[in-house]
Nanobody
Framework: VQLQASGGGLVQPGGSLRLSCAASGRVFSIRNMGWYRQVPGKGRELVASIASGGSTYLTPSVKGRFGISRDNEKNMVYLQMNSLKPEDTAVYYC?????????????????WGQGTLVTVSS
């Protein structure tokens, strides 16, 4: 099982990007999925999360600008980022609490994508 993130890049302030993350392999089920970000010298910060039932959390600094969604059939999570600011520049990581098919019932593990760089600059 692995998570593969994509969609980062260079964008001007005020622009938009959409990040995608796919869980592949023998996935039995996924609970929470989310996006974190990290800048050099700082810890990893939770940006947004979404539960299997659809309830969401957004960190205050991105409310009104970012949105998180998921496709449970495709085991994917998305982060729509609008009105981007230079301070949104970071490496973005997707995360999932996931039960592989071969794991015991109730055994969920944290999986991380490889990170995708978002640079907001003019």
């Amino acid at each position: 099982v692995q998570l593969q993130a994509s969609g980062g890049g260079l964008v001007q302030p005020g622009g938009s990007l959409r990040l995608s993350c796919a869980a592949s392999g023998r996935v039995f089920s996924i609970r929470n999925m989310g996006w974190y970000r990290q800048v050099p010298g700082k810890g990893r910060e939770l940006v947004a999360s979404i539960a299997s039932g659809g309830s969401t959390y957004l960190t205050p600094s991105v409310k009104g600008r970012f949105g998180i969604s998921r496709d449970n059939e495709k085991n994917m999570v998305y982060l729509q980022m609008n009105s981007l600011k230079p301070e949104d520049t970071a490496v973005y990581y997707c995360n999932a609490a996931l039960k592989p098919a071969e794991a015991p019932m109730g055994a969920y593990y944290d999986y991380w994508g490889q990170g995708t760089l978002v640079t907001v600059s003019s």
